[in-house]
């Protein structure tokens, strides 16, 4: 079993949808979440942190269940400009020698 | 404002030919990666550098050598590249002494083993 498990999709929706992503990782210890967006052919860049309690940054939300060992992300009224591939990290041990584990990503495609 | 570099950005191989991977980054970060990305595989670490003179492995460390050369470079090392090891490699780096997780990436190396 993957660490770190995304549904591939892809995910189509219409713009102005809203639409939910989930991860689960498998190892309790993990410390610390994240959200990387990557664009066709192009690197990962960091879209959000995910912190305990839940943040929210514009039309973008996630969430951390440390119970159940999931994370979200839910985009609000979409953008087709929000089409990409969507990355969950999970990182282990302490913040300097930490292992960062992607999972395989969820594609999204907003569509007009 | 360069970031990191990543040098080849574009490499065939034959089987059994070995090559070095350069990665560089000038942001002063204590923390170094290398992944490699396959369709529907997504990013897996294949060795990663803590600080300046530690290696350690990852995911998928076989067939690979690395060597964090000094605090600015982290090279990859394929000794005798097979088609398995066709992906896409990236490097990255990350900010010292904060629990942001942030990675800075590489454009990334496209690598083809025939």
């Known amino acids: 079993r993957k660490e770190v498990e995304q549904d591939p999709g892809p995910f189509n929706v219409p713009e102005g949808a809203t639409v939910a992503f989930n991860c689960t990782y498998s190892n309790s210890a993990s410390q610390s979440f994240f959200w990387y967006r990557q664009d066709c052919r192009k690197e990962p860049k960091l879209l959000m942190s995910?912190?305990?309690s839940g943040n929210e940054d514009g039309r973008f939300t996630a969430q951390l269940n440390r119970a159940s060992q999931y994370i979200s992300l839910l985009i609000r009224d979409s953008k087709l400009s929000d089409s990409a591939t969507y990355l969950c990290?999970?990182?282990?041990?302490?913040?300097?020698?930490?292992?960062?584990?992607f999972g395989q990503g969820t594609t999204l495609q907003v569509k007009p | 404002n360069a970031g990191v570099t990543q040098t080849p950005k574009f490499q065939v191989l034959k089987t059994g030919q070995s090559m070095t991977l350069q990665c560089a980054q000038d942001?002063?970060?204590?923390?170094m990666y290398w992944y490699r990305q396959d369709p529907g595989m997504g990013l897996r670490l294949i060795y990663y550098s803590a600080s300046e003179g530690t290696t350690d492995k990852g995911e998928v460390p076989n067939g690979y050598n690395v060597s964090r050369l000094n605090k600015r470079e982290f090279s990859l090392r394929l000794e005798s590249a097979a088609p398995s090891q066709t992906s896409v490699y990236f490097c990255a780096s990350r900010q010292p002494n904060t629990n942001t997780g942030e990675l800075f990436f590489g454009e990334g190396s496209r690598l083809t083993v025939l």
């Open positions: 990290v999970v990182k282990h041990g302490s913040s300097n020698t930490g292992k960062l584990i």
């Open positions: 942001m002063n970060h204590n923390s």
């Open positions: 995910v912190y305990s």
